[in-house]
């Protein structure tokens, strides 16, 4: 089994939850579970920690990454000022076929929703958000704002577990849509940064829901 199709099956059992935040990944365990070289498991940890999924640390081992309540108010703090940077910035540079192409997107997006498909629902949601920072004509921004994302691929099982919110997330992204075909800015950067926070608030609730009761 070549490390790219490993790679993919570890990245689902993690943004699906098979495998939990702060679960050890060992080398042995994983290469018997998939029937390949403990050389390719390494490989694939070692990708999955450049995209922020494992936490490596040398002699110690490897675990699924956990982001605590604070990390993810931080990270969607900053992800959403500068999404928001970006949408102005996109306002009067973005296309006619980049608007349809968010609209196929946020379809796409919807369809793999009631499939359940996290995969897909990660990945139509990225690209749906990416189309806006490549508007911004500004590389430097993009890329940072596709780095930001991709740290929170580890939260996104949690947030979208919550109930109602993949609806909202699809009504948003007709919002953000429709703001920018019509040159709305005021609007446009209240959908985007609320749309974006949100994200911490309901993760935060979710890991509430999902904390075990002790006994007394």
Request: proline share 2%; glycine share 4%.
């Amino acid at each position: 089994m070549p490390t790219s199709r490993v790679y993919r099956r570890l990245e689902a059992a993690i943004l699906n939850g098979t495998l939990r935040p702060r679960e050890r990944l060992v080398e042995q365990e994983l290469a018997s579970r998939f029937g390949v070289s403990r050389t390719l498991i390494r490989e694939a940890l070692k990708a999955l920690a450049a995209r922020g999924l494992v936490t490596l640390i040398p002699y110690r081992g490897a675990w699924v990454v956990d982001l605590s309540d604070k990390d993810m108010a931080d990270l969607c703090t900053l992800q959403a000022h500068l999404e928001a940077l970006a949408a102005h910035m996109a306002l009067t540079q973005i296309t006619a076929q980049e608007l349809e192409t968010m609209r196929e997107l946020n379809d796409q997006f919807a369809r793999y929703c009631q499939r359940k498909n996290l995969t897909g629902m990660i990945d139509t949601n990225t690209r749906f958000h990416q189309v806006i920072a490549t508007a911004s004509r500004n590389s430097y921004l993009a890329q940072v704002i596709g780095e930001l994302r991709a740290k929170e691929y580890i939260a996104l099982h949690q947030v979208w577990s919550y109930p109602g919110r993949t609806e909202q997330s699809i009504r948003d992204h007709e919002e953000i849509v429709a703001a920018l075909q019509d040159g709305d800015e005021e609007r446009l950067l209240f959908i985007v940064r609320h749309h974006i926070l949100t994200t911490s608030t309901l993760y935060a609730r979710q890991r509430e829901l999902e904390v075990p009761e002790t006994c007394m």
